[in-house]
């Protein structure tokens, strides 16, 4: 590397390593990504983006403020960054003591666009290499399916981490979202 600073390598170095970083997990980041209960969320690897203003980017649609034990809901994470490719991971946890941070009801994978990852006492869902994109329009769209949890446990917590990227295989300049909701059993 005759003729390149030391400054010039440290960049070489750092590229390289969120590159490798970005095209890791193609199915998804690791369990422990939602932004919730201390986790970090996608800008853990992606970052450089647009700070969005507000949570317009991210939506959920056809889930309220309550749920009743044991019904099963479904509903739409929809991400609204056209014309780029997107993921996210989520998670339903209890915000009340007794299960304060364990998972509350079972989440469902779709079979091909979505998957369930496992955690410490915590289900995760997020996307797979092939629900990054939906042919159909230029947002991303998942249709997801909970069940709330039997169990009285209280209120409960949604955690959505998600990142619009901008398909050049690099985790630079792509925008993370947020987006929390708060369920008290009907």
Known sequence: MRGISAWGRAAA?????????ALAFPDGAPPGHTGGFG??????????GD??????????KNLGDTYKPGRIYEFVLHLADPGKVGGFQMSVRFNDAPYHGQSAGRLESDGDRLRV???DKV??????????????????????RWTAPEKSGGGVIVHIAAVAGDDDESPIGD????????LQPD
Do not use: M
Request: one cysteine or more.
């Open 13 to 21: 170095l750092v590229l390289g390593l969120g590159l490798a970083f």
């Open 39 to 48: 986790e970090p969320n996608c800008g853990a690897c992606h970052f450089g």
């Open 175 to 182: 925008t993370v979202y947020a987006l929390t909701r708060q």
């Open 51 to 60: 700070s969005p203003a507000d949570e317009t980017g991210l939506r959920l």
């Open 123 to 144: 289900q995760y869902l997020g996307h797979r290499e092939v629900g990054r994109r939906d042919h159909a329009s230029d947002d991303i769209r998942w249709r997801i």
């Open 117 to 119: 990852v496992e955690g």
